[in-house]
């Protein structure tokens, strides 16, 4: 069964401190994971793939097999960072369907 | 906003009503999405088509909701004698016309059922 878990639903760190968002997966074999981010009054949007290997506004996150995982990180969190985050996960069997997790809603406070 | 178009974005609807909603993807003859997400929770897979063909559904699709995507271009999503437990934000996605594996999502229709 293809299972994402984020266990934080609330987050509230200081502008300027290291975020850490953690994502924790299901899945029998080697699934392709995401972080989609929806800012107050906006749309679910892509922040990134763990394939891409990017950086996006400051984000990264690393594909830890061997503990299932693929939390999202920033050193210094921003104001604007304030959103609700979503980990994604989708099977390479074929399927193009996205497993989301509950999210995790993320307050940077000044 | 040239996105995933949605309409309508609110319906109130008392419950046993049918409701359909519909969705304009950013292009035409990619793949479109159906999900669905209520309060505290993450958006959940219903179907999903490439071009006009219905290649995937979810079990969340009971025999009350259908989807159609007659010429692949808008999608329409129906539900038919709708229950409370129907009250949820119908999420439209489409590829954008790339096809890489970004998902662009509309921003949503928000179905109360009373």
């Given at each position: 069964a293809q299972r994402v878990t984020q266990p934080e639903k609330l987050l509230s760190v200081f502008k300027g401190a290291p975020v850490e968002l953690k994502c924790n997966y299901s899945y029998s074999g080697s699934p392709e994971l995401f972080w989609y981010v929806q800012y107050s009054r906006q749309r679910l949007q892509l922040l990134?793939?763990?394939?891409?290997r990017e950086s996006i506004k400051g984000f990264t996150a690393d594909l830890n097999k061997g503990e299932t995982s693929f939390h999202l990180k920033k050193p210094f969190a921003q104001e604007e960072d304030s959103a609700m985050y979503y980990c994604a996960l989708k099977g390479?069997?074929?399927?193009e369907k996205l497993v989301f997790g509950k999210g995790t809603k993320l307050t940077v406070n000044p | 906003d040239t996105g995933v178009s949605q309409d309508p974005r609110h319906k109130i609807t008392k419950r046993g009503q049918n409701v359909t909603f519909r969705c304009d993807p950013i292009s035409e003859h990619n793949r479109l999405y159906w999900y669905r997400q209520t309060l505290g929770q993450g958006p959940e897979f219903l179907t999903y088509f490439q071009n006009e063909a219905q290649l995937e559904k979810s079990r969340?699709?009971?025999?009350r909701f259908s989807a159609e995507r007659p010429k692949g271009s808008f999608s329409t999503l129906e539900i038919q004698r709708?229950?409370?437990?129907?009250s949820a934000m119908y999420l439209c996605a489409d590829t954008?016309?790339?096809?890489?594996n970004t998902i662009y999502f509309g921003e949503g229709s928000w179905l109360t059922v009373v």
């Amino acid at each position: 069964a293809q299972r994402v878990t984020q266990p934080e639903k609330l987050l509230s760190v200081f502008k300027g401190a290291p975020v850490e968002l953690k994502c924790n997966y299901s899945y029998s074999g080697s699934p392709e994971l995401f972080w989609y981010v929806q800012y107050s009054r906006q749309r679910l949007q892509l922040l990134l793939r763990h394939i891409s290997r990017e950086s996006i506004k400051g984000f990264t996150a690393d594909l830890n097999k061997g503990e299932t995982s693929f939390h999202l990180k920033k050193p210094f969190a921003q104001e604007e960072d304030s959103a609700m985050y979503y980990c994604a996960l989708k099977g390479r069997g074929g399927s193009e369907k996205l497993v989301f997790g509950k999210g995790t809603k993320l307050t940077v406070n000044p | 906003d040239t996105g995933v178009s949605q309409d309508p974005r609110h319906k109130i609807t008392k419950r046993g009503q049918n409701v359909t909603f519909r969705c304009d993807p950013i292009s035409e003859h990619n793949r479109l999405y159906w999900y669905r997400q209520t309060l505290g929770q993450g958006p959940e897979f219903l179907t999903y088509f490439q071009n006009e063909a219905q290649l995937e559904k979810s079990r969340l699709l009971s025999d009350r909701f259908s989807a159609e995507r007659p010429k692949g271009s808008f999608s329409t999503l129906e539900i038919q004698r709708t229950e409370q437990g129907d009250s949820a934000m119908y999420l439209c996605a489409d590829t954008g016309g790339n096809s890489g594996n970004t998902i662009y999502f509309g921003e949503g229709s928000w179905l109360t059922v009373v």
